[in-house]
């Protein structure tokens, strides 16, 4: 070996730093090697939101949850245990309670270690209604951090994609600035402290780069090491052992020995398009939101040493949208709002557009398999487009030329005109409009049930009635922009144990590998039960795994 650490950790996202706090607490030395030149992987352009049950924070507020009420939630969300693929499975029960009981002590161990963490004071569980399920929401996120706290780090950290230095929390009020007095307030508190922000030299982050930025710091302060442009190619294995990695680090091969294990935290194959035409057709690259060295490189190690793979095809959809210029854009939140649907090329409103972003992309996919619905369309009227945003554009706002010109947005006096624009059948649409405008004014979705459940409302906009999600489609211009099944990530990989540790095809460990994030087959199943159900236990499973390898366990 051309050098030894006690811990190696493949890729710099989600659980890396925290495995590296854990071991280092351990007195323990870690190696962090990232294979592109900026450090905080996936989670640094993400929401940095860890679904965390039964958290300390939900306790200082008195919020009812426990143990047993988050298993009968998980339970209840994630499904009964399959029997079918053997040890290739990712979300036993028995996985499923380590999680529960491990999450909230990786938080607390993490806020011990110095990270300011905090909860959003309201975020419903995706499926709020099923038994377990916590309306206030069960999410941890980290407070702002100013990134010139990281010196000579900063410029290291890999950036957001969120465009104002706001908590999460007030983030999701903003886009109703022109019908609430709380979103006016959260966008003025969020103006004066950009503007105090540069007068004080301040540089503050949210969501997941604050997160990371906040990881990062403690893990330099505790002695973890890093290596960026630091490609792993191949497992070191041993006796059937893993022993190390080969990597290439600034063009040179390299040989790096770990005493006491290797973790894998890679992400997924969210940008590699080969695989996803092989696991989860109809979809593309270019729409995912992950960091661009998403592309399964340990995917591919892991089956060439025989470990389990399962859930290969799950991802962790998320409605995008590309307008001219601009990368893929979530746009679920403003699918969610009152005048609002999406049709397929048939121009039928197939599902809830207010639900689980993971469930919608599941369901669109699904309808592609007998119904054009890949690109589907999100149909919206003037009501809409002077109350809220479409795609990155402030509420009554004039809407690119490029938008039009390029073919992007849609647009029709009528909903006939609309319907021919975007090649759909105008009699179809038509009934489908008149359809949901009935629910809209009666303010209950009979078709899907949109806006019954409180993430649905939570979504939507908290000053409209009968329904915060519904309102009628009747006030030309009527516009349309196509949506496509992006995604946040991948939600299939390696199978693992209850100690994080990575599982060959019969069920019996590979010693001395650990995987966590999107490298595995998730925890979570082929369920998305709340936000932030691929950071946490990303999270919590790096703290695990770091724990089972230093031996702290007992």
């Given amino acids: 070996m051309d050098e030894t650490f006690d811990f190696v950790v493949v890729g710099s996202g989600g659980g890396s730093m925290c495995a590296g706090l854990v071991l280092r607490r351990a007195g323990k030395s870690v190696l962090i090697l990232e294979k592109t030149d900026l450090l905080g992987g996936s989670t640094a352009r993400a929401g940095g939101v860890m679904w965390i049950p039964d958290n300390r924070f939900m306790k200082d507020e008195g919020i009812d949850d426990s143990f047993d009420r988050a298993m009968t939630y998980l339970d209840a969300t994630t499904g009964a245990e399959p029997d079918s693929d053997g040890p290739a499975l990712g979300a036993t029960r028995e996985r499923r309670a380590t999680y529960v009981r491990e999450a909230t002590k990786m938080v607390d161990f993490l806020v011990e270690q110095g990270i300011r963490l905090g909860r959003v004071p309201y975020w419903p569980d995706y499926y709020d209604d099923r038994a377990g399920g916590s309306e206030p929401g069960r999410t941890v996120v980290a407070d702002l951090f100013d990134t010139n706290e990281l010196g000579e780090w900063k410029p290291l950290l890999r950036e957001s994609t969120m465009p104002f230095p706001a908590p999460i929390g007030q983030m999701m009020l903003l886009p109703l600035f022109r019908r609430s007095w709380p979103a006016r307030r959260a966008m003025l508190r969020t103006g004066l402290r950009m503007v105090t922000g540069r007068l004080t030299g301040k540089d503050w982050a949210t969501a997941g780069r604050a997160l990371q930025g906040r990881m990062l710091q403690a893990a330099v302060r505790a002695g973890v090491e890093f290596r960026r442009n630091a490609a792993v190619q191949q497992l ?17 091969p390299r040989r790096i020995g770990a005493r006491l294990g290797v973790l894998l935290n890679a992400g997924g194959f969210a940008r590699n398009q080969d695989m ?25 190690e892991l089956m060439r040493i025989g470990a389990a793979m399962a859930q290969m095809d799950e991802m962790v959809g998320n409605q995008m949208t590309l307008p001219p210029g601009a990368g893929p854009q979530m746009i679920q939140p403003q699918m969610a709002k009152p005048h609002a649907i999406v049709v397929d090329q048939s121009g039928v409103r197939y599902q809830n557009e207010a639900g689980s972003y993971m469930a919608f992309c599941k369901g669109m996919l699904e309808r592609h398999k007998t119904v054009p619905a890949v690109p589907s369309w999100m149909i919206v009227d003037s009501r ?53 405008n009935g629910f809209a004014r009666a303010g209950v979705d009979e078709d899907f049930g949109r806006g019954a459940r409180a993430y649905d409302r939570f979504l939507g906009d908290h000053t409209w009635r009968p329904n915060a999600s519904l309102g009628a489609i009747e006030q030309a211009p009527f516009l349309a922009v196509p949506v496509v099944p992006g995604d946040v990530g991948t939600f299939g990989g390696c199978v693992t144990d209850s100690h994080a540790r990575v599982l060959r095809e019969d069920g019996s460990v590979i010693p001395g590998l650990y995987a966590t994030g999107t490298t595995t087959a998730s925890v979570m199943g082929r369920a998305y039960p709340g936000a932030g159900c691929s950071i946490g236990p990303s999270f919590t499973w790096g703290y695990v795994a770091a724990k089972h390898a230093a031996g702290l366990n007992a």
């Avoid at 661009?292 to 591919?300: A, K, L």
């Fill in 236 to 252: 070191v294995v041993e006796d059937g052992a893993v022993t190390g990695v080969e990597c290439v680090i600034d063009g040179r």
């Fill in 384 to 436: 809409y487009t002077a109350d809220y945003m479409l795609a990155d554009t402030m509420p009554g706002s004039r809407k690119p030329a490029r938008w039009t010109g390029e073919g992007w947005l849609k647009s029709g006096a009528t909903i006939a005109e609309l319907a021919a624009a975007c090649g759909i059948p105008g009699d179809a649409l038509q009934a489908t409009v008149d359809r949901f």
């Fill in 276 to 300: 996803k035409d092989r696991y989860i057709p109809h979809t593309r690259a270019e729409w995912s939101h992950t960091a661009p060295g998403d592309t399964g490189d340990m995917h591919r």
